[in-house]
């Protein structure tokens, strides 16, 4: 049941207003007030959007047990997407066509004949339609914590977070904001007194000629780009000082860069590279593209905390999680697993928000400077004959 088992993937929000603070059958009841298939209307574009209690794609049994575990209220979105087959309608437009043209002495079509073979199509295409045959029906899992008062949405397609967001407000009455990684350091820098130091940034210049912009932040006042920075200081870190890093609560966390990388130009000439390996930083062409001014926007992390450990793959902007391994839970009833469950995923958000604030405070310091003139010439060394050595 949706984040209750196997991997994990989710983009986060902050749910706007006060938090829950408990999930009580209310809950429960406006979740059933805007199941799917609770209203028959569609949107315009042909999909139907509602909760689903989350066992499966037809559960819509909202229950206490089920549904409320640990402070958190588990449940998923449904998209019900009629979409009408384009080859289908042509295949039936010629039909028409060919008909309505052979009563014609030339044997060609009119335009008239041309607009009512469409239309005739289209109807019997319809008409096939409200049996459910060409209906795609796809589930995405919810969670909402009420600790943090946060939202755990498992996609990350902008259609999805459309029809999440105006159901959420529908069903609850409240909003939320993507935590990307601009926002997410302003949060964070908040609790440090540092938020002038975000306000303050700009894209870092880590090679020379590099962009002073990138060209996949469209907004201008983003600070996203920091998720960049913070994957390619980690990329740093790991290589020349250790692999073991203290955080920003005093704990500690043991980090490797594994599995993929995503690397690509801030200035938008040199393309995207994408490097599968286990260990994918090691290898030469992965050094050559971060000296020629590409920076990480996906990267396989490996992270240890509190002898916990988590496999995952980390998007850069959006600080999304996708195919995050836990560890299986210890506990042998049912409720304690599930209950364990979250405590495990509340402990990977809790290690990546530690890890990327640990960035993030030397980021918004008078430090960042030397850190900075450290990178640029880590990344001017010629590459190591042991890089190339791995390849």
Not at 27 to 54: F, K, N, P
Not at 132 to 154: C, H, I
Not at 247 to 267: F, W, Y
């Amino acid at each position: 049941m949706g984040f209750f088992s196997g991997r994990v993937s989710y983009l986060r929000f902050r749910v706007q207003g006060a938090s829950p603070g408990l999930f009580t059958e209310e809950y429960l009841e406006r979740l059933r007030a805007h199941r799917i298939g609770q209203s028959r209307v569609a949107s315009g574009d042909g999909v139907e959007a509602g909760w689903t209690a989350g066992e499966h794609l037809l559960d819509t049994q909202f229950e206490l047990a089920k549904n409320i575990v640990n402070d958190t209220l588990q449940f998923a979105l449904r998209i019900d997407t009629n979409k009408l087959p384009s080859d289908l309608l042509r295949a039936y437009t010629a039909i028409e066509l060919t008909a309505l043209a052979s009563k014609n002495p030339s044997g060609l079509p009119s335009t008239r004949q041309k607009r009512e073979a469409r239309e005739s199509a289209r109807l019997r295409l319809e008409d096939e339609a409200r049996d459910g045959r060409f209906l795609k029906r796809k589930t995405y899992p919810v969670l909402w914590d009420a600790l943090s008062n946060e939202l755990l949405l498992g996609a990350t397609s902008l259609s999805v977070l459309d029809r999440l967001s105006l159901l959420f407000q529908q069903t609850f009455g409240v909003g939320f904001e993507v935590l990307t990684a601009g926002h997410l350091a302003y949060r964070l820098a908040e609790s440090r007194s540092q938020s002038r130091g975000v306000d303050d940034a700009q894209p870092s210049l880590f090679v020379p000629g590099s962009a002073s912009e990138v060209a996949w932040m469209l907004d201008e006042s983003s600070r996203d780009f920091l998720g960049n920075e913070f994957l390619l200081w980690l990329w740093y870190y790991l290589e020349n000082e250790d692999d073991t890093l203290r955080l920003t609560d005093g704990s500690e966390a043991t980090v490797m860069l594994a599995n993929t990388l995503v690397l690509e130009c801030p200035r938008g000439v040199t393309g995207r590279e994408t490097i599968t390996h286990e260990s994918p930083v090691r290898l030469p062409e992965a050094r050559r593209a971060i000296q020629s001014g590409k920076l990480p926007r996906k990267c396989g992390l490996i992270v240890v905390r509190h002898e916990t450990q988590y496999e995952l793959t980390l998007t850069a902007e959006t600080l999304a999680v996708t195919g995050a391994k836990l560890p299986a839970p210890e506990s042998s009833e049912d409720r304690a697993r599930l209950e364990e469950r979250v405590i495990q995923l509340r402990h990977l958000v809790e290690t990546l928000d530690l890890l990327y604030d640990t960035f993030g405070a030397l980021r918004a310091s008078s430090d960042w400077a030397k850190e900075l003139a450290n990178m640029q010439r880590w990344l001017s060394r010629e590459e190591r004959k042991s890089m190339s050595a791995t390849g």
